[in-house]
């Protein structure tokens, strides 16, 4: 556990089912707003939720403008180039209204507009130099937990990888958590961003960087998640199931912010940068062969609090309890149709070796796990998802 441990998160959350409903009174704390930019998705305009909200900011004096072109996986120069194109005009406040992707640019697009650096240039921890424009982040997904971390993440082509930036600059001021956005979502997307949620939270539990802050979260999110992520797939108008999953993601990126996640992410950042998988897939695929990796090297009370956590049984042996977290994840991927073949998505025997020096890399990431990996261990770890 980390000797000493800090946690920043978002400076005002709002829960609970319809709470976009009341985003002009809580714009209050902004002080005088005239305009603002919603950064959002296409299916956000077709179920109405923009105009929705358009209306309601409207009524408070608040004149509003669109923007719809961060596309699922932002790469730096996708963000520039909504950069450039909204940078004529001066907004007094930035909403994101989406899934990570939209939330991630919607930080970047923040501090554009203050700072001279480029986002290439703010690649890193602590690299952004002043505050940006005030955000407001409303998530329509249960994944990545962006609403409430001082990170953004961009894929850099060139490098086939992606890559995060983390500063305090990037945190928002206010964040609404409404489940009832969350009900449409497809049972792809619920399964693929709930599993990213709980590998944020596993991941945090078990990082060199654990912490008291980290580990209270953590835990609460695993436990949230393990007790809802089958409910919710299969029956997503659940409002009860969608708002555990959707407090489980929050809580999942409330503890990424100060234990950092682990190998998992590190291995699935390369498949993200150049086959283009879905970062939850990415990161579903991977977890279990990473855990069963990892298991010698984590503490036996930390193995069986996440057991219990889980609603698993926590007698018996340390590799008992391990067997049982592993076989709780891999049932869910099959019950959730998650894929489980890289061959899949196009890679190739010919492409691990790639994929594992991209992947050492990711020093940020793979000093927090609990165990070294080598070049050679991740070479393994891909191997295992090419049968």
Not at 42 to 58: C, D, T
Not at 68 to 91: C, H, L, M, W
Not at 330 to 349: A, M
């Amino acid at each position: 556990m980390a000797a000493s441990y800090t946690h920043q998160t978002a400076g005002k959350i709002v829960g609970g089912p319809h709470c976009t409903r009341e985003l002009a009174a809580h714009l209050r704390l902004f002080g005088d707003i005239k305009s603002a930019l919603i950064v959002t998705q296409p299916s956000m305009i077709r179920q109405g939720i923009v105009e929705e909200l358009r209306r309601q900011l409207s009524a408070a004096g608040i004149a509003t403008e669109i923007e719809t072109g961060i596309k699922p996986e932002p790469t730096v120069q996708n963000v520039e180039q909504v950069y450039d194109r909204i940078s004529g005009q001066a907004f007094d406040l930035y909403i994101g209204l989406g899934g990570g992707s939209v939330l991630d640019a919607v930080k970047l697009l923040s501090v554009l507009a203050t700072n001279p650096a480029s986002v290439s240039e703010m690649i890193g921890t602590d690299l952004v130099g002043q505050a940006g424009i005030p955000t407001v982040m409303i998530p329509t997904t249960s994944g990545t937990g962006s609403e409430v971390t001082p990170n953004a993440i961009v894929t850099l082509p060139e490098e086939q990888l992606k890559i995060g930036i983390v500063s305090r600059h990037l945190l928002p001021q206010l964040v609404l958590i409404d489940p009832v956005l969350t009900v449409g979502l497809p049972q792809p997307i619920t399964a693929s961003t709930g599993m990213d949620a709980f590998t944020h939270a596993l991941e945090s539990f078990i990082s060199n960087k654990a912490n008291p802050l980290s580990d209270m979260f953590a835990l609460e999110s695993i436990r949230l998640i393990s007790r809802s992520i089958a409910e919710a797939y299969r029956d997503g108008s659940s409002v009860t199931a969608r708002e555990r999953m959707l407090v489980g993601s929050m809580y999942g990126g409330m503890a990424l912010t100060s234990a950092g996640t682990a190998a998992v992410h590190a291995l699935a950042y390369p498949l993200g940068g150049k086959f283009h998988i879905p970062h939850g897939v990415a990161n579903s695929m991977l977890l279990p062969h990473v855990m069963e990796f990892n298991m010698d090297a984590i503490a036996e009370d930390r193995l069986a609090c996440v057991a219990e956590a889980m609603g698993l049984q926590t007698g018996g042996t340390k590799a008992k309890t391990a067997d049982r977290i592993v076989a709780q994840i891999r049932s869910w991927t099959k019950e959730l149709h998650i894929p489980q073949n890289l061959h899949d998505y196009g890679v190739t025997e010919r492409d691990v070796a790639p994929l594992a020096e991209a992947a050492a890399k990711v020093t940020r990431l793979l000093n927090n796990n609990p165990k070294q990996v080598f070049v050679q261990d991740m070479q393994a770890l891909y191997h295992k998802l090419l049968p």
